[in-house]
C-alpha cells in the first residue's frame, strides 16, 4: 500500500491523495449502511480524466481494485469499499462544459451535481428533466451509473433516455467517448448503455453528454384522499384516459404523512379532516404559455376530481392556487423519507406492473403482518411507474440489531413476493451489496451469466466495484 501511495501521489500531487483520517470514512461509503465494514485503502480526488486514466493504469499494476465514488447518496452499498480498495472521487471533475441550445445538449464532468445540470439547462430556456430528491448532492456519473429514477420517470422516463454520449475510462486506463453530439450513428452495439446502470462495474464514467428538452409551459398539482389502493389505481386510470399530460402521479399512505406532520412539529393538522388512509399527488402540464392555458388546465383536473369524488374514487381534494401551495403538497411526498429515517426504517425499492400493484400491496401487507408482529409497514412511491419504496418501522422498544435481523430473514420473503407478481427486486436503487444476493429473483440464470460474461470481458482483472450487482456463481 505504501508504494502504490507514493505511486498514485507522484500521478495527482499528494494532497489528492487521503491515507487515513474521518476522510476515509466519509468517502468511503455511501447513505447505505449494511452489515459490511467500510474500509477503503486510500481516497483519491483526481481533476482531469488524464488523471482518472492514470489512477486506473497505476491500481492495474499494483492489483488493487477502484470504488468510483460521486454524491454518494445511493441506497444499496455500491459506492462502499469494504477491502482496503482504493475509492475515486470525482467531487473535482465538477464542470458544466458545454451548452447547446440548438442541438439541445448539455456536456458536463461526471462530479457536476444533478442540480447544476438542471441550472445550466434553466439559463438557456431549456430542461433536464431528471429530477429526484438528492439531485444537489447527487453526481450525473453517479445517477448514470445507477439509472436513476425520481418523480418524473411517468412523464420524461429513467436516465438511461437523457445519454447522448459518455467518456469512460476502462480498465485499460483508454478512455472511449461513445455517443456525443451525433443524433443517428447506427455502427453496430450500443456500447454506453452497458455502462449505464452497470454501478461502476465496468468502468468509470467521466463525461457525459445529455439530452435537453423544453420545459413546460407550467404545472397544476392536486392532492387528492382516496380510500385504498385500489381507488389509487382508478385515479390514475382516469386522469391518463382524461387528454391531460401527467408529469407525475405519486402516492403515500396515512402512516408517511403522520411521520411527516410530526417531523415538523405539527401532530394531526393534515390536509384532510377525517384523515385519509390513502394520498395520490398529482401534477398535470400546462401544455402553453399564459394565464389562459394554465385556468383551463386547472379546470379540467378540477372537473376529473369532481367526477372522481361523485362516484367515490377519492373523497376529497385539495387543488394548489399558487406555485408557493405547489410546492407546499409536493413537499409532504418529497419530505417522507427523512421524516421516516429517525424510525430506523428497513427500506425495500421495488416495482410491479402497475395493474397489480393494488393486489401486490394488499398480499406484502398481510406478509408482513403475519411473519413481523409489532412492525409497522408504510409505503410511499411512484404510482405511474409501478415504483413502490416499502418501508418496516423499528418499534419502539426492539433493539436495533433484533429488528434488523428480523427484516433482513423477512427479504427472502418479500422478494419472493416480488417476483410471483412478475416484478423487479429493485425499481431505481441499483443492486450493489444490499441485494447482490436477491438478484436472482429478477434476473435468470442464463441473464446472470451473460451479466458475468460481460464483466469478464469489459474488466478481465476484476478491478471495478467487485464484489457489487453481481452474486457470486453457485
Known amino acids: ?40 485503502g486510500l481516497i483519491v480526488l ?31 452499498g455500491a459506492a462502499t469499499a469494504t477491502h482496503g480498495e482504493v475509492v475515486l472521487s ?22 457536476a451535481t444533478v ?25 450525473v456519473g453517479g445517477s448514470i451509473a445507477t439509472n436513476a429514477g425520481g418523480v418524473k420517470v411517468l412523464r420524461y422516463g429513467l436516465t438511461r433516455q437523457w445519454v447522448q454520449g459518455l467518456k469512460v475510462v476502462v480498465a485499460s486506463g483508454e478512455c472511449l467517448s461513445l455517443g456525443g453530439a451525433l443524433v443517428k450513428d447506427n455502427t453496430g452495439y450500443d456500447l454506453r448503455q452497458l455502462f449505464i446502470g452497470a454501478e461502476g462495474t465496468l468502468g468509470i464514467v467521466v463525461e457525459a453528454t445529455l439530452r ?43 402512516g408517511c404523512l ?50 372522481a369524488q361523485d362516484v367515490g374514487t377519492i373523497t376529497d381534494a ?15 411526498r418529497e419530505d417522507t423519507s427523512e421524516s421516516l429515517h429517525r424510525h430506523r426504517p428497513h427500506k425495500s425499492d421495488v416495482s410491479v406492473p402497475v395493474a397489480a400493484l393494488p393486489r401486490f400491496l394488499a398480499a406484502w401487507r398481510q406478509r408482513v403482518a403475519a411473519e413481523l408482529p409489532g412492525v409497522e409497514a408504510v409505503v410511499f412511491g411512484h404510482i405511474g411507474d409501478g415504483n413502490l419504496h416499502l418501508n418496516l418501522l423499528q418499534p419502539a422498544d ?34 450493489g451489496l444490499l441485494k447482490r444476493d436477491h438478484l436472482h429473483f429478477s434476473r435468470s440464470p442464463t441473464e446472470l451469466q451473460m451479466m458475468r460474461a460481460i464483466k469478464h470481458a469489459l474488466d478481465p482483472q476484476g478491478l471495478f466495484n467487485p464484489g457489487k450487482m453481481l452474486p457470486d456463481p453457485q
Not at 464542470?95 to 448539455?106: H, K
Not at 442540480?115 to 429526484?132: I, K, M, S, T
Not at 398539482?221 to 399530460?245: I, K, M, N, W, Y
Open 212 to 254: 435537453l428538452c423544453a420545459p413546460p409551459a407550467g404545472r397544476v398539482v392536486a392532492l387528492c384522499a382516496v380510500p385504498d389502493e385500489e381507488r389509487v389505481l382508478e385515479l390514475f386510470a382516469r386522469v391518463q384516459a382524461s387528454g391531460l399530460v401527467l408529469q407525475a402521479f405519486e402516492c403515500f399512505d396515512a
Open 318 to 332: 385539495v387543488l394548489a392556487s399558487t406555485e408557493a401551495q405547489a410546492r407546499e403538497l409536493w413537499a409532504l
Open 258 to 307: 403522520r411521520r411527516v406532520l410530526e417531523h415538523r412539529g405539527r401532530d394531526g393538522a393534515g390536509p384532510f379532516d377525517p384523515p385519509s388512509p390513502q394520498h395520490a399527488l398529482l401534477e398535470v402540464e400546462v401544455p402553453q404559455p399564459g394565464p389562459q392555458a394554465h385556468e383551463a388546465t386547472t379546470d379540467a383536473l378540477a372537473e376529473q376530481l369532481a367526477d
Open 398 to 431: 426492539e433493539d436495533p440489531t433484533s429488528f434488523q435481523a428480523r427484516c433482513k430473514a423477512f427479504d427472502a420473503r418479500s422478494y419472493a413476493l416480488v417476483h410471483d407478481f412478475h416484478g423487479s427486486v429493485s425499481a431505481e436503487h441499483g443492486i
Open 90 to 111: 470525482l467531487t473535482r471533475m465538477s464542470r458544466i462544459l458545454e451548452v447547446d441550445p440548438a442541438a439541445r445538449l448539455l456536456r458536463c464532468e461526471a462530479g
Open 115 to 139: 442540480e447544476a445540470a438542471h441550472l445550466a439547462a434553466a439559463e438557456h430556456g431549456l430542461l433536464y428533466p431528471v429530477d429526484f430528491a438528492a439531485k444537489g448532492s447527487a453526481h
Open 46 to 76: 483526481p481533476a482531469t480524466i488524464e488523471e482518472v486514466q492514470a489512477v486506473v493504469r497505476i491500481c492495474a499494476a499494483h492489483g488493487v481494485p477502484i470504488v468510483p465514488s460521486g454524491g454518494r447518496t445511493g441506497l444499496t
Open 1 to 40: 500500500m505504501s508504494s502504490l501511495r507514493d505511486d498514485l501521489s507522484r500521478a495527482l500531487g499528494p494532497d489528492h491523495v487521503i491515507a487515513e483520517g474521518d476522510d476515509l470514512a466519509f468517502y468511503g461509503a455511501d447513505r447505505c449502511r449494511g452489515d459490511w465494514p467500510v474500509a477503503p
